[in-house]
């Protein structure tokens, strides 16, 4: 499926609970309601590549699959429908772009 993703930082707690960067290392997700589903979607791994610019970047993916776990929830206003955590971002994109069209499963 494809959606617009970007990146942000996330806290010590996050919405999931016994969740977090601490116990859950540091490739991390929060997603929107598409995929939230009532908290359902704790703890489920997302496999994530970057497809395209979601913006004036012209060149911002990096080639690579990531997988990372999905351990918050993102509130609107949201920076995409998966919000990756800066290292996982990374892995995919150029930080600069700040937001990119991405594939996930």
């Known amino acids: 499926m494809l959606c617009p993703s970007g990146f942000?930082?996330?806290l010590?707690?996050?919405a999931c609970a016994g969740f977090n960067m601490q116990n859950s290392g540091v490739m991390v997700a929060g997603v929107r309601d598409e995929l939230w589903d009532n908290g359902r979607a704790c703890g489920r791994m997302?496999?994530?590549r970057c497809v395209g610019p979601a913006n004036p970047n012209p060149h911002p993916c990096k080639a690579g699959v990531i997988t990372v776990k999905v351990v918050d929830y993102c509130r609107q206003p949201c920076n995409g429908v998966i919000n990756l955590s800066r290292d996982a971002f990374g892995k995919i994109a150029v930080?600069?772009?700040?937001?990119v069209r991405v594939d996930y499963s």
């Open 8 to 10: 942000l930082f996330f």
């Open 12 to 14: 010590a707690a996050a």
């Open 46 to 48: 997302l496999t994530v």
């Open 95 to 99: 930080l600069d772009a700040g937001k």
